[in-house]
């Protein structure tokens, strides 16, 4: 439990950090500043965004399967999974797809300005990206704090013990 818990803060201070490299790249006037956080992005999405998705994921498999809470009895537990596992496959594809086009404009002007023209969608991508993916990861913890909803119905007819013909 402990690892899950470590590496699901680690994810979301992750996407907290890129939001913060990305609103400071969307709103200042420097170009400097712009290609230091853009590269800075593009530093820790390579370096972080896989194994920490892949590991928040795993571990909260193991611990739905090791558990009482099961991966598919609760309605909670089971809306982690499907969305853990939808920003998994996001972050992994699209994040980083967005990290590395941010990088190839910085790249690009390796000096000098930046034309806005060149920057394009790229300067909102990079602030919508992870604030999605930051507000799925919040609604992820009320989630395992609050634990609404409930036993699905499926898990609680498994739950009901059926008398032995023998009785």
Known sequence: MALHVVVSVSWLALMLCL????????????????????????????????????????????????TSWGLFRYYWVSTKFWLTLGAMAASVFALTTRLHDAVRVADAHPTGPIPVADLGFVRYNTVIVPAVALSLYLFNVILSVYKPWGRRKAADRRAVRIPSAGR
């Open 19 to 66: 939001l913060t490299l990305a609103v400071t790249a969307l709103t200042t006037d420097d170009a400097d500043r712009l290609r230091t956080a853009y590269r800075a992005m593009g530093m820790l999405g390579d370096a972080l965004v896989l194994p920490l998705s892949l590991l928040a994921f795993l571990s909260g498999v193991a611990l739905g399967l090791g």
